[in-house]
């Protein structure tokens, strides 16, 4: 088992270019399953989620060919429409494959994705989505699918939500006629897999207040795509330079996806913003911020809420970071907690009282986001702090301390 070991008090300095985005990669790669001709997807994280995700792309019989950070997918051979729990197990974004395989396959069997650590994460939105689209399902240990042939919806989602709104594109993608998707979720990633899409030849696009329009049925042909930097990643190492006072530039993320960020930290009196086409911050005393809550893009990101929490645990005053997403998501206060953090957690709201320093300990990753919270902590502590269970964090960062190294820490995976 892997940890990592880092000797806190550097003050961050320096410029990176951060990897391919883990969410707008997910439903892409399995996007690669629709029509004909080979995808070739560039700037391709090297991930936990992302390995798990070609597995399952090899099991359902596609020829999937890595070289560094190029994928390369042909899905000719995919006559496979079940996906088994071995394979997808450790990872949520296996739901994604539903639209998908009903688009291809007009059938699908996956496991019942289970909760996870931040919360119960149903799947009832995807369901009526594509219900509507025409599938029907039998749910029990797995989830099965069929329909005798997709065709165009009018789909009002309850809530915004992300998987919902992929599961939606893909499956409508191949249905006859027009889809249209209101209430669909407005995050970055899922303009991405719009982008990948049309240049596949689909015909998809976002209207002004969100709707997503298609026109299903449209032959999908090879596209050669590449990944946009990843927001989250980008957003944890901007907070890791707030936190340690020092100066930190993205090299390849101009920020357009990071302004509710940005918000955040004027508000906390840390300098920021984009100069020369990429997102930086430039450090200082970090004061408390009397009120965020997270919400769905363009708001605060709750994938940042963890690592925002982490940033603000030595500053004068008092903060409030409440969590409207995910009803699990403060995993993280109880090892904040070890190294000194004074946190109290009431419903769905931690108050963070700032303290003058945090100390080095051992404490454990309880999730991806509350993973890299951690080091970000470790980063500002006094002495040396051990962070095991990094496969969590290992799923969505590509290399957090070749990363953070660059950038000035002493940090090491043993
Ligand atoms: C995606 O998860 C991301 N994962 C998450 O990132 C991210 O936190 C989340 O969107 C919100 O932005 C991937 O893209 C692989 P949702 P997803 O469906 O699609 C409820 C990370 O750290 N809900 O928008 O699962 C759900 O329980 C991960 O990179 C229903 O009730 O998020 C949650 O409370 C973590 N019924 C809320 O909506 C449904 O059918 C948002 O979920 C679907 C969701």
């Given amino acids: 088992m892997s940890y990592l070991e ?23 790669l399995a996007a690669c ?88 994460r149903p799947v009832d939105q995807h369901l009526c989505a594509l219900e509507a689209l025409g599938a029907r399902f039998c749910i029990d240990e797995t989830i099965t699918a069929s329909t005798q042939g997709l065709h165009g919806a009018r789909i009002t989602l309850a809530m915004p939500s992300v998987g919902a709104t992929e599961n939606a594109v ?17 995050e970055p990633e899922i303009d991405e897999l719009c982008a990948f899409l049309q240049r596949r030849g689909g015909c998809i696009a976002r209207e002004a207040d969100g709707t997503i329009r298609i026109q299903g ?53 840390v300098h920021c913003g984009t100069s020369g086409g990429a997102a930086f911050v430039q450090g ?44 699990n998501r403060f995993r993280t206060v109880e090892e904040l907690l070890k190294m000194g953090a004074r946190i109290t957690v009431e419903g769905r709201c931690a108050q963070i009282r700032g303290v003058p320093a945090l100390r080095g300990s051992v404490v454990s990753a309880p999730d991806l986001r509350g993973g890299a919270a951690l080091v970000i902590a470790a980063l500002q502590a006094k002495g040396r702090t051990v962070i ?20 000035g820490a002493d940090i090491r995976r043993i």
Avoid: W
Avoid at 43 to 56: A, F, K, S
Avoid at 85 to 111: C, D, N, Y
């Fill in 388 to 407: 095991t269970d990094t496969g969590y964090i290992e799923r969505g960062y590509e290399d957090i301390s070749r990363d953070l190294s660059c950038l």
């Fill in 217 to 269: 049925g449209r032959p999908l042909g090879p596209a050669v795509y590449r990944m946009q930097a990843d927001r989250i990643v980008s957003g944890t190492y901007l907070l890791a330079g707030a936190a340690t006072g020092g100066y930190v530039k993205i090299q390849n993320d101009a920020g357009q996806t990071l302004a509710s960020l940005f918000s955040v930290l004027r508000q906390m009196g």
């Fill in 33 to 120: 399953l629709l029509g004909e001709g080979v995808c070739v997807i560039e700037n391709c994280p090297q991930i936990g989620d992302v390995e798990d995700t070609l597995e399952i792309l090899r099991a359902l019989g596609c020829s999937v060919c890595t070289c560094g950070h190029t994928v390369q997918i042909h899905a000719s051979g995919a006559g496979i429409y079940e996906i088994k729990r071995a394979e997808a197990v450790r990872i949520r974004s296996s739901v994604l494959f539903l639209g998908a395989l009903l688009g291809k396959m007009k059938k699908a069997v996956i496991p019942l994705p289970g909760g996870c650590a931040i919360g119960k």
């Fill in 170 to 186: 893909l499956a409508a993608m191949m249905a006859d006629g027009e889809t249209v998707i209101q209430n669909a979720a407005k």
């Fill in 284 to 327: 200082g005393p970090v004061s408390a911020l009397s009120y965020v809550e997270t919400a769905p893009y363009p708001g605060f990101p709750t994938d940042l809420q963890s690592p925002l929490m982490a940033a603000l645990c030595r500053t004068q005053g008092t903060s409030c970071i409440c969590e409207t997403i995910f009803e």
């Fill in 6 to 28: 880092i000797s806190g008090g550097r003050t961050l300095c320096g410029e990176i270019s951060v990897q391919g985005s883990k969410n707008a990669v997910l439903p892409i």
